[in-house]
């Protein structure tokens, strides 16, 4: 079953064709920039099973690996959709705050816990990952 999400002024739509059983937290300087919080939380979708539409901008950046990343955000609000990079191949990181069913979906890896906030617990049960296996 599809999943369906929005971005906050619902002008941009997000529909992933892919079933997901975890998530992932990431802590990195730009996930916590993007989302404006102390960390972000994601799911590595396959290209071809995300279905975006409505208006989008993108920026790109290079990361600390020297790759760059692209960012896509609703050109209206502003809310993070999703970011790809070479280091993910075919699939592509999707922002699941815009998702509803994810508030059910359990976090299954924390990446960069190197720069976790302090007074942040690890997510029990899930894998730490210091920096991007």
């Given at each position: ?18 079933e997901f059983d975890s998530q992932i937290v990431c802590h ?20 071809k099973s995300v279905t975006i539409t409505g208006p989008t ?77």
């Amino acid at each position: 079953m599809p999943l369906n999400g929005e971005c906050l002024c619902g002008a941009t739509k997000i529909v992933v064709d892919a079933e997901f059983d975890s998530q992932i937290v990431c802590h990195c300087t730009d996930c916590r920039q993007t989302s404006g919080s102390a960390f972000s939380t994601n799911i590595l979708a396959p290209q071809k099973s995300v279905t975006i539409t409505g208006p989008t901008k993108t920026y790109d950046r290079k990361a600390a690996s020297g790759n760059t990343v692209s960012r896509i955000f609703c050109g209206e609000c502003g809310s993070a959709i999703s970011h790809k990079s070479v280091v993910f191949g075919e699939a592509q990181a999707i922002q699941t705050g815009n998702f509803a069913a994810f508030a059910k979906i359990p976090i299954g890896t924390e990446l960069f816990v190197k720069d976790r906030w302090t007074g942040l617990a690890p997510v029990a049960g899930a894998a730490q990952v210091q920096a991007m296996p």
